[in-house]
């Protein structure tokens, strides 16, 4: 095996869902599957090393460093649904198409198959180029079943789009999921993929709390929506000056 995976602890789960959010496209599926895991206080039981990840660290506020990892969480008896929840977290993801591959094979293989996870939910954003007033939020899922199930929740299942397929790990995850006949989906939030985009994570979180059956203190998460649509407001602007200057004349 090429990764390396530390167990801190091995906690005894019923079938549980898997939601997978590492960084991507607005940062969207991060920032839920982040959100969803502090607020309910998911436990730490594992990280995983690869010599796919980037070649770097990052520095902390306080000048450790935070080398480059994945690391998985876990959840007992979730909501009104009662569901144990796996969560995959992290600041990197595999450098190369072979590493995508790869560090979510292993991770299928050594993890989630050994926990018998029920569902995978990968979270992400679906990259417009544009700024995006109100977000929809889109779904691939592994079956009519799961899609079936999803679209009462607020996903749209667009044909054609994303039209250029889902890349990284939420695309890999999903079609081992596929594979190995586990259900699954990606839920994807539109965003103009410019920033962080707390706004479109906050119409993916409406979907996840659904799913799960419960209701988050959402206070400082719409705090930074704010911010958010401020900064939106200023690149319309800008967008808008940039276009009036290149006007053309007719002689």
Same mark, same amino acid.
Do not use: W
């Given at each position: 095996?090429?990764?390396?995976?530390?167990?801190?602890?091995?906690?005894?789960?019923?079938?549980?869902?898997?939601?997978?959010?590492?960084?991507?496209?607005?940062?969207?599926?991060?920032?839920?599957?982040?959100?969803?895991?502090?607020?309910?206080?998911?436990?730490?039981?594992?990280?995983?090393?690869?010599?796919?990840?980037?070649?770097?660290?990052?520095?902390?506020?306080?000048?450790?460093?935070?080398?480059?990892?994945?690391?998985?969480?876990?959840?007992?008896?979730?909501?009104?649904?009662?569901?144990?929840?796996?969560?995959?977290?992290?600041? %990197?993801?595999?450098?190369?198409?072979?590493?995508?591959?790869?560090?979510?094979?292993?991770?299928?293989?050594?993890?989630?198959?050994?926990?018998?996870?029920?569902?995978?939910?990968?979270?992400?954003?679906?990259?417009?180029?544009?700024?995006?007033?109100?977000?929809?939020?889109?779904?691939?899922?592994?079956?009519?079943?799961?899609?079936?199930?999803?679209?009462?929740?607020?996903?749209?299942?667009?044909?054609?789009?994303?039209?250029?397929?889902?890349?990284?790990?939420?695309?890999?995850?999903?079609?081992?999921?596929?594979?190995?006949?586990?259900?699954?989906?990606?839920?994807?939030?539109?965003?103009?993929?410019? %920033?962080?985009?707390?706004?479109?994570?906050?119409?993916?979180?409406?979907?996840?709390?659904?799913?799960?059956?419960?209701? %988050?203190?959402?206070?400082?998460?719409?705090?930074?929506?704010?911010?958010?649509?401020?900064?939106?407001?200023?690149?319309?602007?800008?967008?808008?000056?940039?276009?009036?200057?290149?006007?053309?004349?007719?002689?």
């Amino acid at each position: 095996m090429e990764s390396v995976i530390r167990y801190f602890e091995e906690p005894e789960l019923d079938r549980p869902v898997l939601v997978e959010g590492l960084p991507g496209v607005g940062n969207v599926g991060k920032v839920v599957a982040d959100f969803i895991a502090d607020k309910l206080g998911a436990k730490h039981f594992a990280t995983v090393m690869s010599k796919y990840f980037p070649p770097q660290i990052l520095i902390d506020p306080n000048g450790i460093a935070i080398p480059p990892t994945n690391e998985l969480y876990y959840l007992k008896d979730v909501g009104e649904s009662h569901l144990d929840v796996i969560f995959l977290l992290g600041d %990197f993801q595999a450098v190369t198409p072979d590493g995508q591959f790869t560090v979510c094979k292993e991770l299928m293989e050594e993890v989630f198959l050994k926990y018998d996870v029920s569902t995978i939910f990968t979270l992400g954003g679906y990259g417009t180029g544009q700024m995006v007033e109100t977000p929809r939020v889109l779904g691939a899922a592994t079956d009519m079943d799961t899609k079936t199930k999803l679209e009462p929740y607020g996903v749209s299942f667009v044909p054609g789009e994303p039209a250029a397929g889902i890349v990284g790990a939420s695309g890999v995850l999903l079609g081992l999921a596929q594979f190995h006949g586990i259900a699954g989906a990606c839920i994807m939030g539109e965003t103009s993929g410019y %920033f962080v985009d707390y706004k479109s994570a906050c119409f993916v979180l409406d979907v996840m709390e659904r799913l799960f059956g419960i209701t %988050f203190d959402r206070t400082d998460l719409e705090e930074k929506c704010k911010q958010i649509e401020e900064l939106a407001d200023k690149v319309k602007t800008y967008e808008a000056s940039k276009k009036k200057d290149n006007l053309g004349y007719i002689g």
